[in-house]
């Protein structure tokens, strides 16, 4: 799987859109980006996932760049309960069978701001 | 709530003793992932079971085994503890099927301290 570059940590001001950047340049053509978050030591959540194109959902809008080397997690209206560690990961998602674990790296510590 | 069960939330052992943890995946799901998150290593990916099946290991010791059941419900077996042990234990569960994606989801841990 391809190696993810994320800052270590960001700060985000309640209300105002927190974007998570998270550089990928080695991923492959059948590797999805995942992102993830911890809410301190609680079970990693899932946030939302793309292969080629823009992903929102209820949480969060994933933009992924052309070229694919690069994302960003965009979270529209930050909470206080947004303080968490943010993870971005790329990953095969193989189909028929078992499917290949996450790595984590050490993520970004996002800190809203009241 | 994720759906994926993991049982004791909280366990104090002493050094030189074995423990088990149990995990209950999301209803069907057939695959079973653990890992280990202590302060200074961040999530570690420790082994992988598909219906019943080993099917991908990490860097889990020698002195710790898992197994996945029949019934797809899984268990953590750590042995001749040490201190070093003391940890989040997370399981976590995938359907393992196209149809239904491959996103994982996390239990809420298992927190081991040895003492």
């Known amino acids: 799987d391809a190696k993810t570059t994320q800052p270590p940590s960001m700060d985000c001001a309640e209300g105002r859109a927190a974007n998570l950047p998270c550089n990928h340049s080695t991923i492959s053509g059948n590797e999805y980006v995942y992102w993830y978050r911890q809410i301190h030591s609680q079970g990693p959540q899932y946030i939302i996932h793309?292969?080629?194109n823009n992903e929102t959902n209820e949480m969060a809008s994933l933009i992924i760049t052309e070229d694919r080397k690069s994302s960003t997690l965009i979270l529209p209206h930050a909470t206080l309960r947004d303080t968490a560690v943010y993870y971005c990961?790329?990953?095969?998602?193989?189909?028929?069978?078992?499917?290949?674990?996450?790595?984590f790296g050490t993520g970004t510590l996002l800190a809203v701001q009241p | 709530d994720s759906g994926v069960t993991q049982t004791p939330k909280h366990l104090i052992t002493a050094t030189g003793q074995r423990v088990t943890l149990r995990c209950s995946p999301r209803s069907g799901d057939l695959s079973v992932y653990w890992y280990q998150q202590s302060l200074d290593q961040g999530l570690q990916f420790l082994i992988q079971y598909y219906n019943g099946e080993e099917r991908a290991k990490g860097n889990i010791l020698e002195r710790f085994s898992a197994q996945q059941f029949p019934d797809l419900h899984s268990e953590l077996n750590l042995s001749s503890l040490e201190l070093g042990d003391s940890a989040l234990y997370f399981c976590?569960?995938?359907?393992?099927?196209?149809?239904?994606?491959?996103?994982?989801?996390f239990g809420e841990g298992s927190w081991l301290t040895v003492v």
């Open positions: 976590a569960s995938n359907p393992g099927e196209a149809v239904s994606g491959n996103t994982i989801y």
């Open positions: 793309g292969l080629k």
């Open positions: 990961i790329v990953r095969v998602a193989s189909y028929g069978g078992a499917t290949n674990k996450l790595i």
